[in-house]
């Protein structure tokens, strides 16, 4: 096997795991190898981890990845030259660029679907026999997978995705006898630069290309129909995200949801006419739903205009208030300031000096006290006028889906009356045998009058029932909408609230101790300024 050389280089070991030990000493070497003087490498914990951004665990006989949890700042990682076998616990490691697993027992790549970041990987001299579980490395420019087990040239199809590889080995895979393997390579792979140890040659790509243009043409072609879709389904899933932002992404679905979720419509479709009639609701369904966004869009828009108003109107209120707060902070340092350098200068200090001061930092106290209590008040009131005004908004809101579920509603309430007709007249048509050729499943359908009918009544009645359940769940997360954003800007007042009263406790606190820091020494008294 291709891993060979791995394990007999470690023959006769049974390896070893990552742990603290080989942790530290690989970040030593690394701190030595380039001289580094930020880590402190007198004690190892997670921050010092979390400043690594190169690890080298090469040649020692690993034989599992893992405990590597706090690395997670890891740039370049190496776990060469050991016995891993598979490729694992690396998945918080998202800022990896460079990834080196070659000369080990690995034989399935996998364990990097979150390292989008990936732009180095070299697996070579392994036991892979697939080029697969790289979707998600869309960045790749280097690929190394030489000395492997990979034998059709439609693994290097899959290669194909990564628009930013210009350099592939594979030399040493069964593959490379493959006569078409060198072209396969040249005319698929677009943007490769290097291909087994050699740089490629432009006309030897052209070349290379000629011989498979009428396969690279269809290909191609393919490629863009994929492409189209893709960005139609981008396009859909956007316009699905900011209707669902404003919760009226219903009207994309219901239409089609209906007719999914209808187990009549199978044996009722059988009807001569019956898709003209779905057609009609469909068209007055499609106004319907047009003129639900555009209302529903704008609405939101005034929502979204109103929060933003509310939590600007929370900030102003709050920067005003630190504002004031740190001028009278300021006056009271001045004050301190002032009074410190005069007890100096008069030496003898009694504790009565400072007693003017500390009446002063109650002061301070109290005034900080009654601008936080201001700012709650003007915070409420926001808070209370955007209660109000956002409400009304959310009513409108209602407003808007309730007439688009009536109209909705009452289409299919004349679609059945228009399949109520066109059943009676095609059951009249066969009693009157002027419908002669017709299938027998529609044949059999028309016959069993009361089977029909209560299919039909089935259909209408799941419909309408399926139109007030979308209704209700609508309604349900407007309300939920209404309560969280109100339950929110409450929520983010008291924390506010919370911290600013801890924070004049600490400012008084702090001045006290100064006073203590300041004179202690002249009385030894600590406990006179408790």
């Not at 959310?394 to 004349?414: C, G, P």
Request: glycine share 4%; with cysteine; proline share 2%.
């Amino acid at each position: 096997m291709a891993a060979s050389g791995a394990v007999e280089a470690l023959s006769g070991d049974v390896g070893v795991v990552i742990d603290e030990e080989l942790l530290r000493s690989a970040i030593d070497e690394e701190a030595e190898a380039t001289k580094r003087d930020d880590v402190d490498l007198s004690k190892y914990d997670k921050p010092e981890m979390k400043e690594v951004e190169t690890l080298a665990l090469s040649f020692k006989n690993v034989y599992q990845i893992d405990n590597l949890v706090g690395f997670e700042n890891l740039v370049t990682l190496r776990l060469d030259n050991n016995t891993i076998s598979r490729i694992e616990n690396i998945a918080h490691l998202v800022n990896l660029k460079w990834l080196d697993l070659s000369f080990n027992n690995i034989k399935k790549i996998e364990g990097l679907e979150t390292l989008t970041k990936l732009t180095d990987l070299s697996l070579y001299n392994n036991a892979i026999t697939a080029i697969d579980g790289l979707d998600s490395c869309k960045g790749l420019q280097c690929l190394s997978l030489g000395n492997n087990e990979i034998r059709s040239t439609e693994h290097i199809m899959y290669l194909r995705q990564f628009t930013e590889l210009n350099l592939v080995n594979m030399d040493g895979n069964p593959v490379c006898e493959d006569p078409d393997y060198r072209t396969v390579c040249l005319a698929y792979l677009k943007p490769l630069k290097y291909l087994d140890y050699e740089m490629v040659d432009p006309s030897e790509v052209q070349r290379a290309k000629e011989l498979c243009q009428d396969d690279l043409l269809e290909l191609e072609e393919k490629e863009g129909i994929e492409a189209l879709a893709y960005e139609r389904d981008a396009t859909r899933d956007a316009v699905l995200e900011e209707l669902s932002a404003a919760n009226i992404e219903v009207a994309e679905t219901l239409f089609e949801d209906l007719l999914k979720e209808d187990a009549e419509m199978p044996r009722l479709r059988v009807l001569p006419g019956l898709q003209d009639l779905l057609e009609e609701f469909r068209e007055r369904y499609k106004a319907a739903a047009e003129a639900f966004k555009q209302l529903g869009m704008e609405k939101h828009a005034e929502m979204e205009k109103e929060v933003q108003a509310a939590r600007a109107g929370l900030q102003a209120a709050a920067n005003e208030n630190a504002s004031k707060g740190v001028e009278l902070v300021q006056r009271y340092a001045k004050l301190a300031k002032h009074t410190f350098r005069a007890l100096h200068a008069r030496g003898d200090v009694e504790m009565s000096d400072l007693e003017q001061l500390k009446k002063a930092n109650s002061a301070l106290g109290a005034e900080l006290t009654e601008l936080e209590m201001h700012c709650v008040e003007q915070c409420l009131a926001i808070i209370d006028t955007f209660e109000t005004h956002f409400g009304e908004l959310k009513s409108n809101m209602l407003d808007i889906h309730q007439t688009f579920f009536r109209a909705v509603e009452e289409y299919e309430n004349e679609y059945f009356d228009a399949l109520l007709t066109l059943s009676e007249d095609l059951q009249k048509k066969l009693a009157d045998g002027i419908m002669p050729d017709i299938s027998e499943e529609l044949n059999s359908l028309l016959q069993d009058r009361e089977g029909l009918n209560n299919s039909m009544g089935q259909s209408h009645d799941g419909h309408i029932s399926r139109i007030l359940a979308f209704e209700d769940e609508a309604r349900d997360k407007e309300n939920a909408r209404f309560k969280t954003t109100f339950e929110s800007l409450q929520e983010s007042e008291k924390e506010r609230n919370r911290e600013r009263v801890l924070e004049i406790a600490a400012i008084m606190e702090r001045n006290l101790k100064a006073m203590h820091d300041e004179f202690v020494d002249e009385y030894g008294e600590e406990d006179e300024f408790a």
